[in-house]
């Protein structure tokens, strides 16, 4: 239905920022869902934040507001994440999902993620 691709990760020191990238293939993702988690090898996929269907209006988990901001460029077929003041602690695969289910934040819709590494 709908293919994901994240791009833009790498390597910064703390302090510093990246800004990850969700673009879709296949279908409008603007009529989706879209949210992004985060996952250190071995441990549980972790919430991050999510942008709603058809919609700016955007939701983070504690851990990353005032420093991560979600925002889609439809035009792009893009979704962007905007890290700033990385923390060692944001180091992680970042992975994109998405959905249109209208109410369960459940995603069906995977990217295969994009590695950040934040330097102590």
């Known amino acids: 239905q709908v293919q994901l691709v994240e791009s833009g990760g790498g390597l910064v020191q703390t302090g510093g920022s990246l800004r990850l990238s969700c673009t879709a293939s296949?279908?409008?993702?603007?009529?989706?869902?879209v949210g992004w988690f985060r996952q250190v090898p071995g441990k549980e996929r972790e919430f991050v934040g999510r942008?709603?269907?058809?919609?700016?209006?955007?939701s983070y988990t504690d851990s990353v507001k005032g420093r991560f901001t979600m925002s889609r460029d439809n035009a792009k077929n893009t979704v962007y994440l905007q890290m700033n003041s990385l923390k060692p602690e944001d180091t992680a695969v970042y992975f994109c999902?998405?959905?249109?289910?209208?109410?369960?934040?459940?995603?069906?819709?995977w990217g295969r993620g994009t590695q950040v590494t934040v330097s102590s």
């Open positions: 999902a998405a959905d249109m289910k209208p109410r369960i934040l459940a995603y069906d819709y």
């Open positions: 296949g279908r409008t993702l603007s009529n989706y869902r």
């Open positions: 942008v709603s269907r058809n919609s700016d209006i955007t």
